[in-house]
C-alpha cells in the first residue's frame, strides 16, 4: 500500500510483499499520480505504465513519477478528480533475485516402464531490458506472476526433453545419462524462458522408476545379482520382514529341512479336501 504517495513494494507494516516465490508484482493501487515517488528496493526492477504504454524501467533507487501531460487530461484531471486522475499509471515489480523452482512429470524408458522426474531449476530476471520482455511476454491474472504459473509454461518443455532421452534408454542405464538428460533439459528450457526475459542458472534432475517394487529390484541389481536373484533376494527381504525362518532358503533355492527332514504340513483342512 502506498504511504504518502511513496509507491513500493512493503505494505503498510513494513511487510515485503515480494516474497520467493513471486516473479512479478503489479501495484494494486489507484494513487499514483504525477508527483508520486517510486521507491526500487535493491533485489527488484520496476516498470512503469501509462494507460498500457511502457513508459519506463527503472533499477534500484527511487524516482519521481513526472511525465508531460496533455492539456485536455490535465483539464479531465482537474475537473473530475481535483488534478489527480487514477489509474493513469500503474507500477509493476519485477524480482531480480534467484529464485527456485521445482518441477514433477512422469517419463517412460525403452520398455515403457513409468519413471518419476523431479526438476529444481533456479532462475532470475538480469537487466531492465528483461523486465520488459517479462511484462510484455507473460500475462498474469490479478497482480502476480508467481512461480508456479511459470512451471506451468516450462513443463511440457522439460517433458519433452527427458522423455526424448528416456524413451531410447533401457531401465537399468537412464541414471547412467543424467548428466546427459540434464545438458539436454538445461538447452531446451534457455532457450524457451529467455522469450520471457528470465535467465536459467541451474537445473537439477533426478530420475527414478515410479514402482517402488522395480527401485529394489534395480537397486539389487547393482550389487551384481542377475535379475532370477535379484527376484530371489527380494522375496527372501520380504520373507525375512514377516519372520519366517525360511527366508535364507529362498536364496539358495533349497527346501527346508529340520535334522535332515522336511516338515510337511497337511493343507486338507483349509481347501476342503480329504485327509489323505
Not at 531449476?121 to 500475462?139: E, F, G, R
Not at 517402488?212 to 532370477?228: P, T, V, W, Y
Request: charged share 15%; aromatic share 8%.
Amino acid at each position: 500500500m502506498a504511504i504518502r504517495n511513496v509507491i513500493s513494494t512493503l505494505t503498510s507494516t513494513g511487510e515485503e510483499i515480494m516474497g520467493p516465490d513471486v516473479l512479478l508484482y503489479h501495484y494494486p493501487g489507484n494513487d499514483i499520480m504525477n508527483g508520486s515517488l517510486l521507491t526500487v528496493e535493491s533485489n527488484h526492477f520496476c516498470v512503469l505504465k501509462s494507460r498500457g504504454a511502457i513508459l519506463n524501467a527503472y533499477e534500484t533507487g527511487q524516482y519521481p513519477v513526472d511525465t508531460p501531460q496533455k492539456v485536455l487530461v490535465g483539464a479531465i484531471q482537474q475537473a473530475f478528480y481535483g488534478g489527480q486522475s487514477p489509474w493513469q499509471y500503474e507500477a509493476i515489480y519485477v524480482n531480480r533475485a534467484k529464485l527456485v523452482i521445482r518441477a514433477e512429470g512422469q517419463a517412460l524408458s525403452r520398455e515403457m516402464a513409468q519413471m518419476r522426474y523431479q526438476v529444481d531449476y533456479y532462475i532470475h530476471v538480469d537487466s531492465t531490458d528483461d523486465a520488459l520482455k517479462l511484462v510484455q511476454h507473460m500475462p498474469y491474472q490479478g497482480h502476480y506472476i508467481k512461480t508456479n504459473e511459470v512451471n506451468t509454461y516450462a513443463a511440457p518443455v522439460l517433458e519433452q526433453a527427458i522423455n526424448q532421452i528416456c524413451q531410447v534408454t533401457p531401465l537399468e542405464q537412464i541414471n547412467e545419462r543424467i548428466h546427459d538428460i540434464t545438458d539436454l533439459v538445461t538447452g531446451h528450457l534457455q532457450e524457451f524462458l529467455s522469450i520471457y526475459g528470465i535467465t536459467l542458472n541451474n537445473v537439477k534432475v533426478l530420475v527414478a522408476p515410479a514402482d517402488e517394487l522395480m527401485k529394489k529390484l534395480i537397486s539389487l541389481r547393482a550389487f551384481g545379482l542377475n535379475e532370477e536373484m535379484a527376484i530371489r533376494y527380494y522375496i527372501a527381504m520380504l520373507m525375512a520382514d514377516h519372520g519366517l525362518l525360511t527366508a535364507p532358503n529362498m536364496i539358495s533355492a533349497t527346501g527346508f529341512t529340520i535334522q535332515g527332514s522336511t516338515p510337511l504340513v497337511d493343507v486338507a483342512p483349509y481347501v476342503g479336501g480329504a485327509k489323505p
